[in-house]
């Protein structure tokens, strides 16, 4: 089973960027569709951006022209460019690869939680 670990969270200010990483195990990666969900406290994660494995992009209508996705599939990661944050981008945020049926090919990870105060 894939796993993946994300990194690049942190504490910004309303309008900053930052820049969030996941790096996957499993020699699957560059044949499959990746994407970025997020969590906040007392709702249901739900899909900020995907990618396919050829670089086709689809994102939330909440955060498009904010956030970019991205891949590297000779180094098996997946990027997040998130720009003029709010308040509301606050989360917990994963990556994980989605297949038909509502299932995934890899576990979730611990996710990178982004907080957006000031």
């Known amino acids: 089973q894939v796993q993946f670990v994300e990194s690049g969270g942190g504490l910004v200010q309303p309008g900053g960027s930052l820049r969030l990483s996941c790096v996957a195990s499993?020699?699957?990666?560059?044949?499959?569709?990746m994407a970025w969900y997020r969590q906040a406290p007392g709702a249901q994660r739900e899909l900020v951006a995907s990618i396919t494995n050829r670089g086709g992009t689809v994102y939330a209508d909440s955060v498009k022209g904010r956030f970019i996705i991205s891949r590297d599939n000779d180094k098996s990661t997946i990027d997040l460019r998130m720009d003029s944050l709010k308040p509301e981008d606050t989360a917990v945020y994963y990556c994980?690869?989605?297949?038909?049926?509502?299932?995934?090919?890899?576990?979730w990870g611990q996710g990178t939680q982004v907080t957006v105060s000031s």
């Open positions: 994980n690869a989605p297949r038909s049926g509502g299932r995934y090919y890899g576990a």
């Open positions: 499993g020699s699957i990666f560059r044949l499959v569709d």
